[in-house]
């Protein structure tokens, strides 16, 4: 008899919506939040159904775009978070990228981190740091040790069910149901309930507020649970009008800009990358319309309707306000990520280790959005980070009062094609292709090029751009930042620890994936089997079928496996 194992995406898919019914009983304003994004994408589809002809959604379709989603949980000791990796891999979760925010200028926080994700078309993810204390006094390092040694995240349950699957190479349903209920109940939920009061006061004080949600509380609790939006700019604006910040006329007009701008950008490789489920041939099939003014105006007037019903009055609740800025690229530019939050609330806790518990309130937990796009080459993400580098640069001078004058927002990203082809021309981010259907290696010839981004508009090769499925160290520092209300920590001392990979992998026990490498090997080999098919591999240059393949072959390097 064969022992049927569980599934590990459907096992996935089952943990994220557990963790999202959690969190919504936890935080109400998640929970609304949720609804709003959900009627702003509907909007978002209702102007392309116009846009594109033929493009129609289900709401089972629009249903699992929204329902992504990308948390982050904060963890204080190794062992705990070699615990982690094995929890999440028990749901088909890799270790992706190693992120040090210790060095990220003047947002750094004193955590390293990684993101646990599938490997191939990621649904869900989770991005778990580990607090490091090498930049604080001896003193701190020691209490939060001692303090830290005390609690026991993972159950015997727990980690019994996570070596079992590792033995047996899955968990049947019933065992598969109970780890999820371990992460629920346990590992993942917040309790209100805190330790070492003088401990947690002494650190917020000293700017050290992140450590303080590690190390004076007993789970792994969730900072955010990250739903996406096909228009981060409609979604944040609905956010601000439904939390009293802004008047219903200025919603509708900002409404209104937000989706113009995803009308002149929305073209059918934007369809590709926003709606996984089409292909060439449906966008192919689209009739392309212009939307007008007067129908973007209707559009953005009806959502104000939508939005305004009882069960959506979000400034009724308690809140902290929205973020200021979005973080990432400028609006329009289709690379990475773009995030956004309203901000962390304050919330009641209970010192259990004081007799009676003592009462006190903790600022940690936000709701965070995102919108993603290309992922970037080497040479794209060494633009961004000059982009980013000059709008730090600009926003340092203004802050501190050189530029007051009035005009429109500076578009600092503007280096940046504004489409994917223009993207891939100047090598700035990656796609996968394949030929057109009934094309050959006569239409190559009679386009002169065997350069993909030019067989590309001669109509014999037809591309998809690939998504970025990761993090940006600089916007995660500026959310932790922005909510903390504390920028830059004791980290930034010169004689802290520098991380390297290998560090981490050590921790976890086993390697992390290079994301940049897979994108690479990814595309890599969507070419040589593009020119096979056309059966012009060989009118490659010897240099340039040689990198090929060693990208290709790249997809194995960096992936998985256990150290010992």
Known sequence: MTLEYADTREMQRHLFAELSTMFAREVPLYDKSLEVNLRCNCTVARMLSRLHGGFRVSDEELSATSGERHGAIRIGREDEFRWISRYFACFGMEPHNFYDMTSVGAKSQPVIATAFRSRNEPENRIFASLLRTDGFDASTRERIDALLSQRQVFSERAMALIERCEVQGGLDFEDAMDLVREGIQRIFGWTGEARGRELYEDLCRDGLKIAADIACFSSHHLNHLTPNTLCIDLYSTAMRWQLGLIARGEFVQNAAGALAQTA??????????????????????????????????????????????????????????YKDATEGPDCGTQILLRQDAYRALSEPVRFIDEQPAAEGS??????????????????????????????????????????????PPKKRFAPFPGSLLGLLEEQLVYAVYEPVPGASYTDVDRAGTVDAVELVRHGVLRCKGIRYEDFLPASAAGIFASNLEQYGTATESGDRDVYEQSDLERILGREIVDTDAAYRAEQAISLLDAYASLGVLDRLPDHRLGELEREAHGIGEGVGGVLA
Not at 383 to 391: F, K
Not at 394 to 403: K, M, T
């Open 264 to 321: 002149r950008i929305a073209d059918a490789h934007w369809m590709l990358l926003h709606f996984r489920w089409l292909r060439h041939d449906d966008v192919k099939a689209f009739v392309r319309d212009d939307v007008r003014p007067r129908d973007i105006h209707d559009l953005a007037s009806a959502l104000a309707e939508a939005l305004e019903t009882d069960d959506l009055r979000l400034w009724e609740l308690d809140h902290n306000g």
């Open 362 to 407: 903790h600022t940690a937990r936000f709701g965070e959005i995102e919108q993603r796009f290309y992922a970037t080459t080497p040479r794209g993400r060494d633009l961004y980070n000059g982009c980013l580098a000059l709008q730090e640069a600009e926003a340092r001078i203004d802050a501190g009062g050189a530029s007051d004058a009035p005009g």
